[in-house]
């Protein structure tokens, strides 16, 4: 088992930053695959982006891409999302997903373990 929390969320004018953090604990960290989905109200959730355990290579949703870097330190079994000039659009509850498997990181499917999820809102 692996437990995700997630933290970081809060309230944010258009063109700030924010960064998430997920800490991982229970099964060895390194071995899996992290992700970040978003999911807004009356929509589905979306990824928003991945590492593979090794940290060399990285994820991007069209949307987020070049404002969003998403980085992981296997040391502290934590895993970071920093949200750059963001948007009212970005508002939403993000989660942290963590995958053992060897499948697309961009499908929700692929991710054995979810965390809570932590609100982000983002005013014009």
């Known amino acids: 088992q692996v437990q995700l929390v997630e933290s970081g969320g809060g309230l944010v004018q258009a063109g700030g930053s924010l960064r998430l953090s997920c800490a991982a604990s229970?099964?060895?960290?390194?071995?899996?695959?992290m992700g970040w989905f978003r999911q807004a109200p009356g929509k589905e959730r979306e990824f928003v982006a991945a590492?593979?355990?090794?940290?060399?290579?990285?994820f991007y949703a069209d949307s987020v891409k070049g404002r969003f870097t998403i980085s992981r330190d296997n040391a502290k079994n934590t895993v970071y999302l920093q949200m750059n000039s963001l948007k009212p659009e970005d508002t939403a509850v993000y989660y942290c997903?963590?995958?053992?498997?060897?499948?697309?990181?961009?499908?929700?499917?692929?991710?054995?373990?979810w965390g809570q999820g932590t609100q982000v809102t983002v005013s014009s």
């Open positions: 590492i593979r355990w090794s940290g060399g290579s990285t």
């Open positions: 997903a963590a995958s053992s498997s060897l499948r697309s990181v961009l499908l929700r499917t692929t991710y054995n373990y």
């Open positions: 229970g099964r060895t960290f390194t071995n899996y695959a």
